[in-house]
C-alpha cells in the first residue's frame, strides 16, 4: 500500500542531527470488517457529496482512503465496504477485526526514516501544485509527534506479540 510520510521542512543551513520522517502503510487483511469504534474525521464535510458520513466516505481508489486516514492519528484503519455500489470506507479508531466475506480491512502501520546530518541546506518544497490538493492545508508542515510514537509503540507492541 501507499506510504504518506509527513515532509521536513527545508534547512537553511546544514544540519548537525538526524532528520526523523513518519510516514504510514496500510496492511490489508481480505475478508474482515470491524463493527464498532467509528473513528469521526475532522476532514468531514456535510455539504460534500462524497461523504456518507462523518466516519464513511465514497472513494474513487484505496489511496483517498488512506489519504484521510493518515492525515488523523486517532484512525487506527479503515473498512473497504465493497460489496455496496457505490463503494465506500469506513474508518476506525481501533484496530480489533471480525471476519466478514465481503469487507476488508486496511490497518495503519508507521514507518520511520531517519535522514543523515546534511552538509548543505536543503531545497525547498515544491511551489507547483500537486495532482491532489490537500484535504487540510497548514502554512508549515505539522508533526503530532505524541501520537507518532503511540502508534510507533503499538505497532512495535504488536509485532512482538506483546
Known amino acids: 500500500m501507499a506510504v504518506s510520510p509527513t515532509t521536513a521542512a527545508p534547512t537553511q543551513a546544514p544540519t548537525s542531527t538526524p532528520t526523523i520522517t513518519i510516514g504510514y502503510w496500510y496492511e490489508k487483511y481480505g475478508n474482515s470488517k470491524q463493527d464498532d469504534y467509528d473513528c469521526v474525521m475532522s476532514a468531514y464535510d456535510s455539504k460534500s457529496g462524497d461523504w456518507r458520513s462523518n466516519y464513511q466516505y465514497y ?92 502508534l510507533l509503540l503499538e505497532s512495535l507492541f504488536q509485532e512482538l506479540g506483546i
Open 59 to 150: 472513494y474513487a481508489t484505496l489511496a483517498d482512503c488512506e489519504r484521510l486516514c493518515s492525515a488523523q492519528s486517532n484512525c487506527r484503519m479503515f473498512v473497504d465496504v465493497r460489496e455496496l455500489n457505490p463503494r465506500f470506507c469506513a474508518f476506525k479508531s481501533s484496530r480489533q477485526r471480525v471476519s466478514h466475506p465481503d469487507k476488508d480491512v486496511y490497518v495503519k502501520r508507521v514507518s520511520q526514516t531517519t535522514a543523515a546530518p546534511t552538509s548543505a541546506p536543503t531545497s525547498p518544497p515544491a511551489t507547483s501544485p500537486t495532482s491532489m490538493p490537500t484535504a487540510s492545508p497548514t502554512l508549515a508542515p505539522t508533526i503530532d509527534f505524541r501520537a507518532q510514537y503511540c
